[in-house]
Antibody, heavy 117, light 110 residues
Framework: QITLKESGPALVKPTQTLTLTCNFS??????????VGWIRQPPGKALEWLAL???????RYSPFLKSRLTITKDTSKNEVVLTMTNMDPVDTATYYC?????????WGQGILVTVSS | QSVLTQPPSTSGTPGQRVTISCSGG????????VYWYHHLPGTAPKLLIN???QRPSGVPDRFSGSKSGTSASLAISGLRSEDEADYYC???????????FGGGTKLTVL
């Protein structure tokens, strides 16, 4: 059974850098074709894809946020980390990580991150 | 504004059939598989349809997906109160070199 869980701060200040961790079990990020992605949902708005890292360390970023995002993996820890710089109140959202094998499934429960001074 | 266009809302009565559309372009729906997700706010989105029309194990056959050209649809037959949720389409976009989600459709069961 594949499970993922997001962790990180619930509150960050504007201009700060957000660091989120996705800890997963039930699969290995060293298996060919596997990836882990991040998706967010601002309150009352739609899902928005942010980034994806593959087993071979290939990385993809949303072109709209690419300059602010970094995704990394630690295969030995079953962990994927997303950093987002220069946080703004509009970045307030629930952030999800998800297993990817051509599509996102399953997803973690999400973590609500609020950006406020 | 999303690359993929979905109606913001739709509704139906128990037992009815409803469809939700997802309109895109040649670089996304026209070239790649479409996926559909069921989402209740505060919970993890759940995969309903993969590769245009495949139902993952455990998804009732009341749910079906289709694709034609640059548009896709999700159909829900035998509508039930527990189907009330937000539904999203998702697809890889070759031009953006990334994933795109539709704006989401809120389904209300009257």
């Amino acid at each position: 059974q594949i499970t993922l869980k997001e962790s990180g701060p619930a509150l960050v200040k504007p201009t700060q850098t957000l660091t989120l961790t996705c800890n997963f079990s039930g699969f290995s990020l060293s298996t060919g074709g596997v990836g882990v992605g991040w998706i967010r949902q601002p309150p009352g708005k739609a899902l928005e894809w942010l980034a994806l890292i593959y087993w071979n360390d290939d990385k993809r970023y949303s072109p709209f946020l690419k300059s602010r995002l970094t995704i990394t993996k630690d295969t030995s820890k079953n962990e994927v980390v997303l950093t987002m710089t220069n946080m703004d109140p509009v970045d307030t959202a629930t952030y999800y990580c998800a297993h990817n094998w051509g599509w996102f499934d399953p997803w973690g429960q999400g973590i609500l991150v609020t950006v406020s001074s | 504004q999303s690359v993929l266009t979905q109606p913001p809302s739709t509704s139906g009565t128990p037992g009815q059939r409803v469809t939700i559309s997802c309109s895109g372009g040649n670089s996304n729906i026209g070239s790649n598989y479409v996926y559909w997700y069921h989402h209740l706010p505060g919970t993890a989105p759940k995969l309903l349809i993969n590769r245009n029309n495949q139902r993952p194990s455990g998804v009732p056959d009341r749910f079906s997906g289709s694709k034609s050209g640059t548009s896709a649809s999700l159909a829900i037959s035998g509508l039930r109160s527990e189907d009330e949720a937000d539904y999203y389409c998702a697809v890889w976009d070759d031009s953006l070199n990334g994933w795109v989600f539709g704006g989401g459709t809120k389904l209300t069961v009257l």
